[in-house]
């Protein structure tokens, strides 16, 4: 009976199409595996990417951290030259007080300091232009 039963053509088109679906099933299989290949290499470069954004964001992190502490240090820098330039100003402004208090005491021994000056010029001028006559 088992004889007769692999000879029958019921038979024969059952191993033909057990035959199909194996080599469906087989196929079916490397595509999968060729999937989960691709599928485990998809998952190495997402995890690559975002271990290099992680490393990206630490660097952006420390870089603003760098900022900060030099903005700081620029405040502090800035701080200090005002604290300095402050006293300097008040000096100038006391110096320029003083002198134009000089000036106010002096301006007429200036005028007269001058006007001499001014007299001994043409003096030395009207002497220059004699010697060359």
Sequence with gaps: P???????SGTMV????????KSKLEAAVKESARSAMRLEEAEKKVISSELRAREAEQTLH??????????MTASRRIAD????????????TA????????TDVFKS???QAEKRVASLKEVMA??????TI
Excluded: C, F, W
């Design 2 to 8: 088992i004889t007769d039963a692999k000879a029958s």
């Design 109 to 111: 021994e200036l005028e």
């Design 95 to 102: 110096l320029n007080h003083s002198l134009a208090a000089l």
């Design 62 to 71: 420390n870089l603003a951290g760098k900022t900060a502490v030099d903005a």
């Design 81 to 92: 030259l005002e604290a300095q330039v402050a006293p300097m100003e008040a000096k100038i």
């Design 14 to 21: 059952l191993v033909g199409e057990i035959a199909t679906l």
């Design 126 to 131: 009207s002497r220059n232009s004699q010697k």
